[in-house]
Protein backbone atom coordinates (compact mmCIF):
# COMPACT_ATOMS: atom_id res chain seq x y z
CA UNK A 1 0.00 0.00 0.00
CA UNK A 2 1.54 3.23 -0.83
CA UNK A 3 -0.09 6.93 0.00
CA UNK A 4 -0.25 9.49 -2.38
CA UNK A 5 -0.60 11.96 0.13
CA UNK A 6 1.58 13.92 0.72
CA UNK A 7 3.68 13.68 -2.22
CA UNK A 8 6.09 16.54 -1.43
CA UNK A 9 8.68 16.51 2.09
CA UNK A 10 8.04 19.92 3.09
CA UNK A 11 4.74 18.32 3.46
CA UNK A 12 5.74 15.83 5.37
CA UNK A 13 7.65 18.00 7.41
CA UNK A 14 4.30 20.04 8.36
CA UNK A 15 2.44 17.10 9.67
CA UNK A 16 5.16 15.52 11.39
CA UNK A 17 5.97 18.70 12.53
CA UNK A 18 1.74 19.31 14.00
CA UNK A 19 2.26 15.57 15.15
CA UNK A 20 5.05 16.16 17.24
CA UNK A 21 3.77 19.72 18.66
CA UNK A 22 1.08 18.31 19.80
CA UNK A 23 0.54 14.27 21.00
CA UNK A 24 4.35 14.75 20.67
CA UNK A 25 4.96 16.88 23.92
CA UNK A 26 1.90 15.59 25.75
CA UNK A 27 4.12 15.52 28.22
CA UNK A 28 4.80 19.19 28.16
CA UNK A 29 1.20 20.06 27.58
CA UNK A 30 0.13 17.66 30.66
CA UNK A 31 2.41 20.45 32.66
CA UNK A 32 1.46 23.70 31.10
CA UNK A 33 -2.04 23.31 31.64
CA UNK A 34 -1.27 22.72 35.13
CA UNK A 35 0.46 25.96 35.46
CA UNK A 36 -1.61 27.84 33.18
CA UNK A 37 -2.01 31.53 34.68
CA UNK A 38 -5.28 32.97 33.44
CA UNK A 39 -8.47 31.66 32.74
CA UNK A 40 -10.59 32.77 29.45
CA UNK A 41 -9.16 34.80 26.17
CA UNK A 42 -5.89 35.34 27.64
CA UNK A 43 -5.19 31.69 28.24
CA UNK A 44 -6.66 30.84 24.82
CA UNK A 45 -4.44 32.85 22.96
CA UNK A 46 -1.45 31.69 25.29
CA UNK A 47 -1.81 28.14 24.55
CA UNK A 48 -2.58 28.84 20.96
CA UNK A 49 0.74 31.42 20.96
CA UNK A 50 3.04 28.76 22.63
CA UNK A 51 1.61 26.08 20.67
CA UNK A 52 3.09 27.82 17.46
CA UNK A 53 6.55 29.20 19.31
CA UNK A 54 7.24 25.12 19.83
CA UNK A 55 5.82 24.39 16.01
CA UNK A 56 7.81 26.52 14.85
CA UNK A 57 11.00 25.63 16.82
CA UNK A 58 10.37 21.93 15.98
CA UNK A 59 10.17 23.08 12.44
CA UNK A 60 12.55 24.72 11.72
CA UNK A 61 15.24 21.58 13.21
CA UNK A 62 13.49 19.19 10.97
CA UNK A 63 14.35 21.97 7.77
CA UNK A 64 17.76 21.53 8.77
CA UNK A 65 18.25 17.71 9.17
CA UNK A 66 15.31 16.44 6.82
CA UNK A 67 17.20 15.56 3.27
CA UNK A 68 16.39 13.38 0.64
CA UNK A 69 17.28 9.62 1.37
CA UNK A 70 17.73 9.90 5.09
CA UNK A 71 14.58 11.87 5.93
CA UNK A 72 12.07 8.83 6.68
CA UNK A 73 14.69 7.13 9.01
CA UNK A 74 15.38 10.51 10.78
CA UNK A 75 11.68 10.74 11.19
CA UNK A 76 11.35 7.27 12.69
CA UNK A 77 14.51 7.88 14.71
CA UNK A 78 12.55 10.74 16.64
CA UNK A 79 9.18 8.90 16.84
CA UNK A 80 10.44 6.22 18.44
CA UNK A 81 12.56 8.38 20.87
CA UNK A 82 9.88 10.70 20.95
CA UNK A 83 7.63 7.60 22.24
CA UNK A 84 9.69 6.57 24.82
CA UNK A 85 10.98 9.83 26.30
CA UNK A 86 6.56 10.91 26.39
CA UNK A 87 5.80 8.18 28.15
CA UNK A 88 8.80 8.29 30.83
CA UNK A 89 8.08 12.15 31.26
CA UNK A 90 4.55 10.94 32.16
CA UNK A 91 4.92 8.09 33.86
CA UNK A 92 7.30 9.22 36.24
CA UNK A 93 7.49 13.00 35.91
CA UNK A 94 11.38 13.50 34.92
CA UNK A 95 12.52 15.31 32.51
CA UNK A 96 15.10 14.69 29.51
CA UNK A 97 18.73 16.46 29.89
CA UNK A 98 22.38 15.55 29.70
CA UNK A 99 22.31 13.82 33.01
CA UNK A 100 19.47 12.28 32.30
CA UNK A 101 20.72 10.55 28.92
CA UNK A 102 24.04 10.05 30.98
CA UNK A 103 21.59 7.49 33.08
CA UNK A 104 20.11 5.80 30.17
CA UNK A 105 23.46 4.65 28.32
CA UNK A 106 24.70 3.80 31.79
CA UNK A 107 21.56 1.61 32.51
CA UNK A 108 22.00 -1.88 32.43
CA UNK A 109 19.41 -4.65 31.13
CA UNK A 110 18.47 -5.78 34.55
CA UNK A 111 17.65 -2.22 35.45
CA UNK A 112 15.71 -1.51 32.15
CA UNK A 113 13.66 -4.62 33.09
CA UNK A 114 12.19 -3.30 36.27
CA UNK A 115 10.82 -0.35 33.93
CA UNK A 116 8.45 -2.57 31.38
CA UNK A 117 4.94 -2.13 31.28
CA UNK A 118 1.92 -2.77 29.11
CA UNK A 119 1.21 1.03 29.59
CA UNK A 120 4.78 1.44 27.89
CA UNK A 121 4.32 -0.86 24.88
CA UNK A 122 0.80 0.69 24.39
CA UNK A 123 2.32 4.25 24.25
CA UNK A 124 5.54 2.85 22.41
CA UNK A 125 3.30 1.28 19.82
CA UNK A 126 1.18 3.96 19.25
CA UNK A 127 3.39 7.24 19.65
CA UNK A 128 6.62 5.49 18.04
CA UNK A 129 5.67 2.45 16.14
CA UNK A 130 2.42 3.31 13.70
CA UNK A 131 3.25 7.00 13.11
CA UNK A 132 6.85 5.55 11.83
CA UNK A 133 4.28 3.08 9.35
CA UNK A 134 2.65 5.39 7.82
CA UNK A 135 6.26 7.88 7.16
CA UNK A 136 7.31 4.94 5.90
CA UNK A 137 4.74 4.40 3.70
CA UNK A 138 4.90 7.39 2.03
CA UNK A 139 5.63 8.43 -1.64
CA UNK A 140 7.88 11.39 -1.57
CA UNK A 141 8.08 13.09 -4.95
CA UNK A 142 11.76 13.07 -6.80
CA UNK A 143 13.04 16.81 -7.12
CA UNK A 144 16.28 18.26 -7.89
CA UNK A 145 18.95 19.45 -4.98
CA UNK A 146 18.10 22.64 -5.96
CA UNK A 147 14.23 22.51 -5.19
CA UNK A 148 14.93 20.89 -2.09
CA UNK A 149 17.63 23.11 -0.56
CA UNK A 150 14.94 26.21 -1.40
CA UNK A 151 12.32 23.84 -0.07
CA UNK A 152 13.62 23.63 2.89
CA UNK A 153 15.38 27.25 3.47
CA UNK A 154 11.57 28.26 2.75
CA UNK A 155 10.36 25.94 5.35
CA UNK A 156 13.07 26.82 8.17
CA UNK A 157 12.94 31.12 7.44
CA UNK A 158 8.52 30.37 7.88
CA UNK A 159 9.23 27.81 10.74
CA UNK A 160 11.38 30.62 12.50
CA UNK A 161 9.26 33.35 11.83
CA UNK A 162 5.88 31.75 13.22
CA UNK A 163 8.04 30.59 16.33
CA UNK A 164 9.23 34.65 16.67
CA UNK A 165 5.90 36.36 16.31
CA UNK A 166 4.30 33.34 18.66
CA UNK A 167 7.02 34.44 21.51
CA UNK A 168 5.94 38.47 21.19
CA UNK A 169 2.15 37.33 20.90
CA UNK A 170 2.35 36.44 24.35
CA UNK A 171 6.00 36.99 25.56
CA UNK A 172 4.21 38.04 29.06
CA UNK A 173 2.98 34.92 29.93
CA UNK A 174 5.33 32.53 28.13
CA UNK A 175 8.36 34.23 29.66
CA UNK A 176 6.91 34.42 33.49
CA UNK A 177 6.42 30.26 32.79
CA UNK A 178 9.79 30.12 31.93
CA UNK A 179 11.04 31.70 34.44
CA UNK A 180 8.71 30.26 37.36
CA UNK A 181 8.73 26.35 35.73
CA UNK A 182 12.45 26.23 34.61
CA UNK A 183 12.20 22.15 34.31
CA UNK A 184 9.14 22.43 31.33
CA UNK A 185 11.50 23.75 28.96
CA UNK A 186 13.25 20.11 29.23
CA UNK A 187 9.92 18.51 28.34
CA UNK A 188 10.05 20.15 24.90
CA UNK A 189 10.55 16.91 22.53
CA UNK A 190 12.22 16.28 20.47
CA UNK A 191 14.44 19.77 21.35
CA UNK A 192 15.61 18.21 24.82
CA UNK A 193 16.70 15.28 23.38
CA UNK A 194 18.69 16.73 20.53
CA UNK A 195 19.96 19.56 23.28
CA UNK A 196 21.10 17.11 25.99
CA UNK A 197 23.05 14.96 23.13
CA UNK A 198 24.48 17.90 21.81
CA UNK A 199 25.85 18.80 25.24
CA UNK A 200 27.01 15.47 25.74
CA UNK A 201 29.02 14.86 22.67
CA UNK A 202 30.43 18.63 22.14
CA UNK A 203 31.34 19.42 26.19
CA UNK A 204 34.23 17.12 25.78
CA UNK A 205 35.60 18.93 22.49
CA UNK A 206 35.80 22.49 24.46
CA UNK A 207 37.76 21.07 27.81
CA UNK A 208 41.03 20.81 27.72
CA UNK A 209 41.78 16.83 28.27
CA UNK A 210 44.76 16.86 30.76
CA UNK A 211 45.60 13.16 31.18
CA UNK A 212 44.03 10.99 33.62
CA UNK A 213 45.43 12.46 37.01
CA UNK A 214 47.19 10.50 39.87
CA UNK A 215 46.58 11.85 43.74
CA UNK A 216 47.58 10.46 46.69
CA UNK A 217 51.55 9.81 46.00
CA UNK A 218 52.67 11.18 49.29
CA UNK A 219 50.02 9.18 50.78
CA UNK A 220 51.34 7.46 54.13
CA UNK A 221 48.80 4.91 56.55
CA UNK A 222 49.92 6.49 60.27
CA UNK A 223 49.78 3.03 62.26
CA UNK A 224 48.88 2.26 65.69
CA UNK A 225 51.86 2.35 68.32
CA UNK A 226 51.75 -1.05 69.75
CA UNK A 227 52.78 -4.04 67.96
CA UNK A 228 49.61 -6.12 68.98
CA UNK A 229 46.22 -3.97 67.52
CA UNK A 230 44.34 -5.18 65.41
CA UNK A 231 44.30 -3.66 61.61
CA UNK A 232 41.11 -1.33 60.84
CA UNK A 233 38.47 -2.42 58.53
CA UNK A 234 35.93 0.01 56.97
CA UNK A 235 32.92 -1.41 55.44
CA UNK A 236 31.56 1.33 53.37
CA UNK A 237 28.44 1.15 52.06
CA UNK A 238 27.01 3.10 49.29
CA UNK A 239 23.79 3.70 49.49
CA UNK A 240 21.02 4.18 46.72
CA UNK A 241 18.05 5.90 46.49
CA UNK A 242 17.56 6.68 50.25
CA UNK A 243 16.12 9.69 51.09
CA UNK A 244 16.94 11.05 54.77
CA UNK A 245 13.56 11.95 56.01
CA UNK A 246 12.29 8.03 55.45
CA UNK A 247 14.28 6.86 58.08
CA UNK A 248 12.94 6.88 61.72
CA UNK A 249 16.33 7.72 63.45
CA UNK A 250 16.57 10.79 61.53
CA UNK A 251 12.98 11.88 62.63
CA UNK A 252 10.61 10.04 60.53
CA UNK A 253 6.97 8.76 61.94
CA UNK A 254 6.86 5.59 61.17
CA UNK A 255 9.32 2.99 62.80
CA UNK A 256 11.35 1.95 59.19
CA UNK A 257 14.58 1.75 61.17
CA UNK A 258 14.21 -0.63 64.27
CA UNK A 259 17.41 -1.82 64.11
CA UNK A 260 19.96 1.28 64.04
CA UNK A 261 17.01 2.40 66.72
CA UNK A 262 18.53 -0.02 69.07
CA UNK A 263 22.27 1.04 68.26
CA UNK A 264 21.83 4.17 68.30
CA UNK A 265 19.71 4.32 72.18
CA UNK A 266 22.95 2.24 72.92
CA UNK A 267 25.36 4.83 71.44
CA UNK A 268 26.81 2.33 69.14
CA UNK A 269 25.96 4.63 65.94
CA UNK A 270 25.49 8.08 64.75
CA UNK A 271 23.64 9.19 61.86
CA UNK A 272 24.04 12.73 60.08
CA UNK A 273 20.96 14.35 59.39
CA UNK A 274 21.52 17.42 57.28
CA UNK A 275 23.64 15.68 54.25
CA UNK A 276 23.06 16.75 50.83
CA UNK A 277 24.14 14.65 47.70
CA UNK A 278 26.40 16.22 44.89
CA UNK A 279 24.15 15.07 42.05
CA UNK A 280 20.42 13.56 41.71
CA UNK A 281 21.71 10.17 40.16
CA UNK A 282 24.23 7.62 40.21
CA UNK A 283 26.01 8.07 37.46
CA UNK A 284 26.56 11.91 38.55
CA UNK A 285 26.65 11.08 42.56
CA UNK A 286 29.16 8.31 42.50
CA UNK A 287 32.19 9.91 40.86
CA UNK A 288 31.56 12.64 43.19
CA UNK A 289 31.40 11.05 46.14
CA UNK A 290 34.75 8.99 45.69
CA UNK A 291 36.21 12.38 43.71
CA UNK A 292 38.88 14.41 45.82
CA UNK A 293 37.17 17.26 44.09
CA UNK A 294 34.27 19.13 45.97
CA UNK A 295 30.94 19.34 44.12
CA UNK A 296 31.77 22.92 42.06
CA UNK A 297 35.03 21.96 41.01
CA UNK A 298 34.02 18.29 39.88
CA UNK A 299 31.19 19.94 37.51
CA UNK A 300 34.18 21.74 36.24
CA UNK A 301 36.84 19.40 36.05
CA UNK A 302 39.26 19.39 32.93
CA UNK A 303 40.36 16.31 33.65
CA UNK A 304 39.29 12.45 35.27
CA UNK A 305 41.93 11.53 38.11
CA UNK A 306 42.16 8.82 40.49
CA UNK A 307 39.87 8.56 43.79
CA UNK A 308 40.02 7.17 47.62
CA UNK A 309 39.86 4.01 46.92
CA UNK A 310 43.62 4.95 44.79
CA UNK A 311 44.95 6.19 48.28
CA UNK A 312 44.06 3.59 50.23
CA UNK A 313 46.10 0.74 47.62
CA UNK A 314 49.09 3.44 47.57
CA UNK A 315 49.89 2.89 51.25
CA UNK A 316 49.12 -0.63 51.31
CA UNK A 317 45.92 -1.39 52.65
CA UNK A 318 43.56 -4.11 50.72
CA UNK A 319 40.15 -2.84 48.98
CA UNK A 320 37.84 -4.05 47.47
CA UNK A 321 34.44 -3.49 45.58
CA UNK A 322 31.40 -5.25 45.86
CA UNK A 323 28.80 -4.11 43.52
CA UNK A 324 25.03 -4.80 43.29
CA UNK A 325 23.69 -2.82 41.14
CA UNK A 326 24.86 -1.03 37.76
CA UNK A 327 28.56 -0.69 38.40
CA UNK A 328 31.16 1.17 40.30
CA UNK A 329 30.92 4.19 37.28
CA UNK A 330 34.60 3.73 37.18
CA UNK A 331 35.46 4.02 40.82
CA UNK A 332 37.10 0.79 40.63
CA UNK A 333 38.82 0.68 37.79
CA UNK A 334 41.88 -0.18 39.78
CA UNK A 335 40.69 -2.76 42.76
CA UNK A 336 39.15 -6.17 42.62
CA UNK A 337 35.88 -6.16 41.99
CA UNK A 338 32.95 -8.55 42.26
CA UNK A 339 29.93 -8.07 40.54
CA UNK A 340 26.38 -9.97 41.99
CA UNK A 341 24.82 -9.73 38.59
CA UNK A 342 25.20 -13.72 37.72
CA UNK A 343 24.31 -15.25 41.00
CA UNK A 344 21.89 -17.09 41.66
CA UNK A 345 21.20 -17.58 45.21
CA UNK A 346 17.59 -19.19 46.26
CA UNK A 347 17.04 -16.80 48.71
CA UNK A 348 18.29 -13.94 47.92
CA UNK A 349 18.09 -13.44 43.94
CA UNK A 350 14.60 -14.59 43.12
CA UNK A 351 13.09 -11.52 41.23
CA UNK A 352 15.74 -10.95 38.59
CA UNK A 353 17.95 -9.02 41.14
CA UNK A 354 19.25 -10.30 44.15
CA UNK A 355 19.08 -8.70 47.52
CA UNK A 356 21.72 -6.68 49.31
CA UNK A 357 22.24 -9.34 51.83
CA UNK A 358 23.49 -11.82 49.00
CA UNK A 359 27.05 -8.81 49.08
CA UNK A 360 28.07 -10.30 52.77
CA UNK A 361 27.74 -14.07 51.42
CA UNK A 362 31.34 -15.33 51.02
CA UNK A 363 32.88 -11.96 51.67
CA UNK A 364 35.68 -14.49 54.07
CA UNK A 365 36.69 -15.64 50.95
CA UNK A 366 37.13 -12.41 49.01
CA UNK A 367 38.96 -10.87 51.84
CA UNK A 368 41.23 -13.93 52.24
CA UNK A 369 42.57 -13.59 48.45
CA UNK A 370 44.19 -10.10 49.55
CA UNK A 371 47.90 -10.67 50.47
CA UNK A 372 48.67 -11.14 53.93
CA UNK A 373 50.73 -7.69 53.73
CA UNK A 374 47.85 -5.72 52.55
CA UNK A 375 45.44 -7.91 55.55
CA UNK A 376 47.98 -6.46 57.83
CA UNK A 377 47.63 -2.95 56.80
CA UNK A 378 43.82 -2.70 56.88
CA UNK A 379 40.97 -3.27 54.48
CA UNK A 380 38.56 -0.73 52.93
CA UNK A 381 35.69 -2.74 51.75
CA UNK A 382 32.69 -0.74 49.41
CA UNK A 383 29.57 -2.63 49.09
CA UNK A 384 27.21 -1.09 46.76
CA UNK A 385 23.68 -0.92 47.56
CA UNK A 386 20.65 -2.02 44.99
CA UNK A 387 18.94 -0.35 48.20
CA UNK A 388 15.47 1.38 47.59
CA UNK A 389 15.88 1.65 43.57
CA UNK A 390 13.22 2.33 41.61
CA UNK A 391 10.39 2.29 40.31
CA UNK A 392 9.76 -1.42 41.31
CA UNK A 393 10.21 -0.84 44.96
CA UNK A 394 8.19 -3.66 46.44
CA UNK A 395 11.14 -6.17 44.80
CA UNK A 396 13.56 -4.19 47.09
CA UNK A 397 12.31 -6.10 50.42
CA UNK A 398 11.50 -9.61 51.35
CA UNK A 399 7.96 -10.57 51.78
CA UNK A 400 9.05 -11.45 55.82
CA UNK A 401 10.04 -7.96 56.29
CA UNK A 402 7.09 -5.65 54.73
CA UNK A 403 5.62 -4.17 57.50
CA UNK A 404 3.77 -1.53 55.78
CA UNK A 405 0.68 -3.29 53.61
CA UNK A 406 -0.55 -2.75 50.83
CA UNK A 407 2.29 -1.77 48.87
CA UNK A 408 2.46 -0.86 45.78
CA UNK A 409 3.13 -3.74 43.08
CA UNK A 410 3.55 -2.13 39.62
CA UNK A 411 6.44 0.32 38.13
CA UNK A 412 3.59 2.35 36.86
CA UNK A 413 3.78 4.49 39.96
CA UNK A 414 0.88 6.66 38.82
CA UNK A 415 -1.29 3.80 39.02
CA UNK A 416 -0.46 3.29 42.49
CA UNK A 417 -1.92 5.23 45.53
CA UNK A 418 0.22 7.79 47.05
CA UNK A 419 0.13 5.69 50.63
CA UNK A 420 0.71 2.14 48.89
CA UNK A 421 3.83 3.47 46.96
CA UNK A 422 5.28 4.99 50.36
CA UNK A 423 4.64 1.58 51.95
CA UNK A 424 6.45 -0.03 49.07
CA UNK A 425 9.39 2.14 49.50
CA UNK A 426 9.07 2.32 53.51
CA UNK A 427 9.53 -1.75 53.27
CA UNK A 428 12.61 -0.85 51.18
CA UNK A 429 13.84 1.32 53.69
CA UNK A 430 13.42 -1.47 56.50
CA UNK A 431 15.75 -3.94 54.46
CA UNK A 432 18.31 -0.90 54.59
CA UNK A 433 18.09 -1.54 58.34
CA UNK A 434 17.83 -5.12 58.22
CA UNK A 435 20.98 -4.85 55.57
CA UNK A 436 22.63 -2.69 57.73
CA UNK A 437 22.28 -4.44 61.08
CA UNK A 438 23.32 -7.48 59.11
CA UNK A 439 26.74 -5.86 58.47
CA UNK A 440 27.05 -4.87 61.70
CA UNK A 441 26.57 -7.92 62.90
CA UNK A 442 28.89 -9.32 60.59
CA UNK A 443 31.65 -6.80 61.58
CA UNK A 444 31.17 -7.37 65.44
CA UNK A 445 31.36 -11.64 64.38
CA UNK A 446 35.05 -10.69 63.11
CA UNK A 447 36.22 -7.91 65.97
CA UNK A 448 39.16 -10.35 67.06
CA UNK A 449 40.91 -9.65 63.51
CA UNK A 450 40.22 -6.36 62.60
CA UNK A 451 39.33 -2.96 64.38
CA UNK A 452 35.76 -2.44 63.06
CA UNK A 453 34.16 0.58 61.69
CA UNK A 454 31.28 1.42 59.20
CA UNK A 455 29.98 4.47 57.21
CA UNK A 456 26.67 4.20 55.39
CA UNK A 457 26.44 6.64 53.17
CA UNK A 458 23.23 7.37 49.87
CA UNK A 459 24.25 8.64 46.43
CA UNK A 460 21.00 10.51 46.10
CA UNK A 461 16.89 10.87 47.45
CA UNK A 462 14.23 9.86 45.93
CA UNK A 463 10.41 11.79 44.85
CA UNK A 464 7.32 9.77 45.47
CA UNK A 465 4.70 11.59 43.88
CA UNK A 466 5.18 15.11 45.29
CA UNK A 467 4.30 17.65 42.78
CA UNK A 468 3.25 14.84 40.51
CA UNK A 469 7.52 13.79 40.43
CA UNK A 470 8.71 10.52 41.13
CA UNK A 471 12.31 8.47 40.72
CA UNK A 472 15.37 10.80 40.85
CA UNK A 473 17.47 12.70 38.48
CA UNK A 474 16.04 16.15 37.81
CA UNK A 475 18.73 19.63 37.21
CA UNK A 476 20.33 19.80 40.44
CA UNK A 477 19.18 22.85 40.72
CA UNK A 478 15.23 22.62 40.56
CA UNK A 479 15.64 19.48 41.86
CA UNK A 480 13.24 18.94 45.03
CA UNK A 481 15.47 18.55 48.51
CA UNK A 482 13.98 14.95 48.63
CA UNK A 483 16.15 13.95 45.57
CA UNK A 484 19.10 15.39 47.38
CA UNK A 485 18.86 14.98 50.94
CA UNK A 486 20.16 11.72 51.94
CA UNK A 487 21.36 10.09 54.99
CA UNK A 488 25.01 9.19 56.58
CA UNK A 489 25.38 6.53 59.35
CA UNK A 490 28.55 5.66 60.98
CA UNK A 491 28.91 2.83 63.34
CA UNK A 492 32.98 2.53 64.95
CA UNK A 493 33.47 -0.67 66.91
CA UNK A 494 34.83 -0.01 70.34
CA UNK A 495 38.79 -1.11 69.59
CA UNK A 496 37.99 1.24 66.90
CA UNK A 497 37.62 3.98 69.04
CA UNK A 498 40.03 3.58 71.22
CA UNK A 499 42.83 2.91 68.58
CA UNK A 500 41.33 6.48 66.56
CA UNK A 501 40.24 8.15 69.74
CA UNK A 502 37.40 9.40 67.99
CA UNK A 503 34.07 9.53 70.74
CA UNK A 504 31.42 7.93 68.66
CA UNK A 505 28.64 9.82 71.62
CA UNK A 506 30.67 13.20 70.20
CA UNK A 507 29.21 12.58 66.70
CA UNK A 508 25.68 12.64 67.75
CA UNK A 509 26.62 15.88 68.97
CA UNK A 510 26.80 17.47 65.27
CA UNK A 511 24.69 15.42 64.13
CA UNK A 512 22.72 18.44 62.78
CA UNK A 513 25.45 19.62 61.04
CA UNK A 514 25.29 20.60 57.27
CA UNK A 515 27.52 18.48 55.35
CA UNK A 516 27.36 17.07 51.67
CA UNK A 517 28.89 14.44 49.63
CA UNK A 518 32.34 16.67 49.32
CA UNK A 519 33.12 15.48 52.92
CA UNK A 520 33.39 11.69 52.63
CA UNK A 521 36.59 11.58 50.49
CA UNK A 522 38.41 13.47 53.52
CA UNK A 523 36.25 11.86 56.29
CA UNK A 524 37.75 8.50 55.36
CA UNK A 525 40.47 9.55 54.95
CA UNK A 526 41.19 10.67 58.43
CA UNK A 527 39.02 8.35 59.70
CA UNK A 528 41.80 5.37 58.35
CA UNK A 529 44.49 7.61 59.89
CA UNK A 530 45.97 8.33 56.22
CA UNK A 531 48.36 11.58 55.64
CA UNK A 532 48.28 12.93 52.42
CA UNK A 533 48.47 16.62 50.94
CA UNK A 534 44.83 15.66 49.55
CA UNK A 535 43.07 15.32 52.96
CA UNK A 536 41.55 18.67 54.19
CA UNK A 537 40.61 18.69 58.07
CA UNK A 538 38.27 21.05 57.90
CA UNK A 539 36.49 18.61 55.67
CA UNK A 540 36.75 15.50 57.64
CA UNK A 541 33.96 14.99 59.69
CA UNK A 542 35.50 12.71 61.79
CA UNK A 543 38.63 15.04 63.46
CA UNK A 544 36.28 17.11 65.05
CA UNK A 545 35.40 14.35 67.48
CA UNK A 546 39.08 12.92 67.44
CA UNK A 547 41.49 13.28 70.44
ZN1 LIG B 1 21.54 6.01 42.55
Not at 18 to 26: A, D, P, R, T
Not at 368 to 380: D, F, H, T
Request: aromatic residues 12%; charged residues 20%.
Amino acid sequence: MKFTFPTTRWMLILLMTLFISSVGNWAFWSDFFKFLPNSGLRSIAFTVGTFFVIAGLIGSFFSLVIWPKIDKIIFIILLISTALGCYFMVTYGIVIDEDMLTNVFQTDIKESHDLLSWKLITTFFLLGVLPSFLVWKFKLTQKSVLQNVTENIIVFITSILIALLSVFAVYQDFASLMRNQPHIRFLITPLNTIYGLGQLSFKPLFTIKKPFQTIGQDAVLIQPNSNNKLPPMLVLVIGETARSGNLEINGYTKPTTPHLRNYFNQQEISSFKNVWSCGTSTATSLPCMFSPLGKEEFENRKNDSENFLDIFTKVGMGVIWIDNQSGCKKNCARIPTYETADLKDEQLCTTGTCLDEIMLKDLDKKINLLSAVQREKGIVIVLHQMGSHGPAYYKRSPNTLKQFLPECTTNVLQECKKQELINAYDNSIIYLDHFLHQTIEWQKARKDQYAMSMVYLSDHGESLGENNIYLHGLPYAIAPSVQKKVPWITWLAPEFQKQRGIDQKCLNKISDQKLSHDHLFHSVLGLMNIQTKEYQKPLDIYSSCAK
